[in-house]
């Protein structure tokens, strides 16, 4: 089933939805990670951090948005700050669960690329839970290898959680 949506640059306009996105990903038992505590931002930290990005060039948050101006897809990417390793650039991704399996993610992704090639970004790197397998399998399509295992490298929950850590050459 075809979804219509868009891949466009978060706007500080986006606060509101995109919290209210964090807070349900986050909420499922194998959801995104948050923080330790499982609080995203506020919607006026999140508006904060939006507005910061268009002055920031090394990091920046792309969203889907669906026809119906939901937003059902977010994507932040941030350049490492490093000077031997500024050529890579961390991701994270989160799309609705009633948008999964339905071209988001790959867009988003696709999206990520784009940007990662105008800001001279060579390699991207993720993390993803171990039993995460509809993300894992999305990353491989995509083209992600896995790069290593990161034992007890979060903390969800208070409990350690493990982490592969996936990354993909640009080219």
């Keep these: ?7 466009r640059p978060a706007d500080p306009s986006d606060a509101e939805a995109l919290t209210r996105l964090a807070e349900a990903v986050s909420a ?3 959801g995104w990670l948050i923080s330790a505590d499982g609080e995203w931002r ?15 060039p090394n990091a920046a948050v792309l969203v889907a948005e669906r026809s119906d ?26 799309v609705a669960k009633d948008a999964r399996g339905r ?3 790959r867009a ?21 839970f171990p039993w995460n397998e509809p993300a894992i399998k999305l990353y491989e399509r ?3 290898e896995r790069e290593g295992y990161r034992k007890g490298h979060y903390q969800r929950s208070r409990d350690d959680v493990d982490a592969i850590l996936m990354a993909l050459r640009v080219s």
Excluded at 48 to 55: C, E, Q, S, T
Excluded at 74 to 88: E, N
Excluded at 108 to 128: F, G, T
């Design 28 to 30: 499922e038992p194998e």
């Design 103 to 105: 071209g988001v993610g």
């Design 142 to 144: 995509f083209g992600f």
């Design 69 to 94: 101006g939901a937003i059902i897809g977010r994507l932040s990417l941030a350049r490492d700050t490093h000077p031997a390793s500024a050529h890579v650039a961390d991701l994270g991704l989160m």
């Design 42 to 56: 506020s919607v006026g930290d999140e508006r904060r951090y939006l507005k910061a990005l268009r002055r920031y």
């Design 108 to 128: 988003l992704l696709e999206a990520a690329v784009d940007w990662a090639r105008n800001a001279s970004i060579r390699k991207l790197e993720l993390h993803v």
């Design 1 to 7: 089933m075809t979804l219509d949506f868009r891949v």
